[in-house]
């Protein structure tokens, strides 16, 4: 079972950026779709954007255009680049991780989860 440890979240103003990253452990990252999730408070958790194994992306509307998932599969990671940044973006950020060629957007497709990092954007 893979492992998965985010960081980069953090406090910033809107119009910001802010670049988050997922660490995997594993020696077969590279074959796995990975995917970042957010959930507000008092809401439910939801799709941000994914990546194959080959790297197709894939993005929720509400990021589109202004945030980038990429993957290093050297270094078994995964990043969500998050650009002009907006108060509505303001949640606890997750990566998660399944096997599988394909690229994913549903919560129940996942099978490996980090702890989550936190992201605010201040008006």
């Known amino acids: 079972q893979v492992q998965l440890v985010e960081s980069g979240g953090g406090l910033v103003q809107a119009g910001g950026s802010l670049r988050l990253s997922c660490a995997a452990s594993g020696r077969t990252f590279s074959r796995y779709a990975m995917g970042w999730f957010r959930q507000a408070s008092g809401s439910e958790r939801e799709f941000v954007a994914a990546i194959s194994w080959s790297g197709g992306r894939t993005y929720a509307d509400s990021v589109k255009g202004r945030f980038t998932i990429s993957r290093d599969n050297a270094q078994n990671t995964v990043t969500l680049q998050m650009n002009s940044l907006k108060p509505e973006d303001t949640a606890v950020y997750y990566c998660?991780?399944?096997?599988?060629?394909?690229?994913?957007?549903?919560?129940?497709?996942?099978?490996?989860w980090g702890q989550g990092t936190q992201v605010t954007v201040s008006s």
């Open positions: 998660a991780a399944r096997s599988g060629r394909d690229y994913y957007t549903q919560i129940n497709e996942y099978n490996a």
